[in-house]
């Protein structure tokens, strides 16, 4: 454990955000070189300036793939100082995704070393790992780019759900932009004018209505965030032109294709798609089978926000999210994950390995 | 008439906007220079890094004062090269405000020159002309600090109306904020956040409840138009903070510390008032009546818009706002001044200033 948790602050210390993409460059470098100093086979991919490092010990399928990040949100340079409090590691990136990173390097090379000790082949690890760098500005050329040249039974996605809640779907996003227009005038005569911003209030209310009556404890169910809005450029006109972005997060019930074309009805502004991200659905594995047989205390779940695990589906990868316990601190300023729970995840993915090894799926 | 045309050419070749104040300065010196190459007094003036020009021939009681502007709204490179077209005289500040200018200017000097040529002391033009350079950003370190330093009995701006109306009347502006707050939370789970903007709009038709029902034909009642809404950093957050800024034009007929309050209680949000300016309202004045006898087809009105001439109110000083025809045209892109009614408002401005000579008031 005390090799996880100092690799995680190792980790930690890059200021790996997306405003300094040199340091995700320098922390996908440093867990290059880890490998190599532990003797470990890895890749080092780049699409796009954005690094990603996998360390595939099966090069042709490889049972069980762990797939986690190293890039984070924004954060002050005091949490970039990981420390350990009460139970617990505080730091940017500790839950997400950090820890994660760490406890997946640190599994393969224990299983890598385990295996040399016993003279057996590399290849025999039913284990590969691969470590992103653009997962928070949503993982086009890291996970998107990475899973497509890479061959896989089962992947855990390390970057969701706690010990006891294994992530089987995610749900979609869709963001629409409505512009309403208007007709400009001074704005000492307004009824010289149509206000842009006025219509615009109106198919906001239209576009709500879309929303409402959606009330399931769980809230798997589709739902809105009228998240920008911003018109007008000189306070003593009349506003020809309005803009409002609504940020949807869609379930499997939903027709996106039918709601787009249901709202753009409705409104009376011009609905623009800005970015659709399909759903994750994990279709069910034996492998996951095998995972809940083994963590008797974990239960499969639901999450609201979206993932890289998104591109499991759309590569037909049978997948989970699951993750240690970060009691809902990621992004935060107290982001932290429990350290036990690390310790936990280990114990249950090292079993599932050897049970993997011992009875091939 | 060629001479007014002429001068008021030069004057919109200076591209005088506020985003150019050395073109500002460049076109009060090149007045300066002018009024002494016509050997009539003057003074420069300098408040804040506006230039106000004032060549006042009476020192100490001016009779009649003419007020205009050489500042412009932005415009196109193609709009500060003046042309002839049907009669009319095409070019930013064309009607707002550079044919008043140099309206202004010719009349000063071709009084005194005649008053010179009957061996007249200049003091016996019972003639002032004030130009200032900050009409389009409010005044303070023109009119207002120009007309602070200046006795006289009647003030004409010439910067609205036009021959057949004279203006006495113009509203007031108030400019409020409203700021709502609400709750950030995940974009992803919008039913742990309060949307500030969702605030916003409920505010946003509290305020406009104050509006409704006021449909007098000639609008001389409070008007309100909506015209700024910011709100949202970030596409997948709860916005917990949204502002809309309302531009409000209010008449002698309300009380508006009344309103500010009424809306301060009715609305969730926060109001600020971000600039209050008096209305303008002519007390009458001998001098207008004398000009309303000279003039038989021009009558009073009211405008919607404010001006300088709201400073007069504030000075106490008899007043109207008036000018040529300019089809409402000042701001747009097709600015233009019919050449004619300046002939006839030099024609009426001539003779009433006879008349003021003539029979003293």
Request: aromatic share 6%; proline share 4%.
């Amino acid at each position: 454990m005390r090799e996880i948790i100092d690799l995680t602050k190792d980790l930690i210390r890059f200021k790996s955000t997306h405003t300094r993409p040199e340091e995700i460059q320098r922390c996908a470098r440093f867990i290059e070189t880890w490998f190599k100093e532990h003797d470990i086979p890895c890749v080092f991919m780049e699409f796009n300036g954005v690094p990603s490092v996998g360390a595939l010990s099966a090069p042709r399928q490889i049972p069980v793939l762990l797939m986690s990040h190293i890039d984070v949100v924004n954060a002050t340079d005091p949490l970039f100082e990981p420390f350990e409090k009460d139970g617990r590691l505080y730091g940017r990136g500790a839950i997400d995704d950090k820890y994660a990173a760490a406890l997946s390097m640190i599994l393969l090379k224990n299983r890598i070393e385990s295996n040399r000790r016993r003279g057996l082949d590399d290849s025999t690890v039913p284990l590969g790992v691969l470590i992103t760098g653009d997962e928070e500005v949503g993982g086009y050329h890291g996970a998107r780019s990475a899973l497509g040249g890479i061959t896989c039974n089962f992947c855990i996605a390390l970057d969701g759900g706690r010990v006891d809640k294994i992530v089987v779907k995610e749900k979609g996003i869709l963001r629409l932009k409505v512009v309403a227009a208007g007709k400009t005038a001074h704005g000492a005569r307004p009824w010289q004018g149509e206000n842009a911003i006025e219509r615009l209030m109106a198919d906001c209310r239209i576009v709500k209505g879309f929303f409402e009556g959606l009330t399931e404890p769980e809230h798997w169910h589709r739902t809105m965030n009228l998240s920008l809005i911003h018109a007008g450029d000189s306070v003593n006109q009349v506003p020809d032109k309005a803009e409002a972005t609504f940020d949807i997060r869609y379930t499997e019930n939903d027709d996106v294709d039918d709601l787009i074309q249901r709202i753009g009805a409705a409104v009376s502004g011009k609905v623009i798609t800005e970015e659709r991200e399909p759903l994750f659905i994990s279709p069910g594995s034996p492998y996951l089978d095998r995972l809940l047989a083994l963590s008797t205390e974990t239960r499969t779940g639901i999450a609201h926000g979206a993932s890289d695990a998104r591109f499991l589906t759309q590569f037909n990868i049978p997948g989970i999210v699951w993750g240690a316990d970060g009691n809902s601190s990621q992004h935060s300023t107290d982001e932290h994950v429990e350290i036990q729970s690390i310790a936990r995840l280990y114990d249950i993915l090292d079993r599932f390995l050897t049970d993997i090894r011992e009875n091939p799926i």
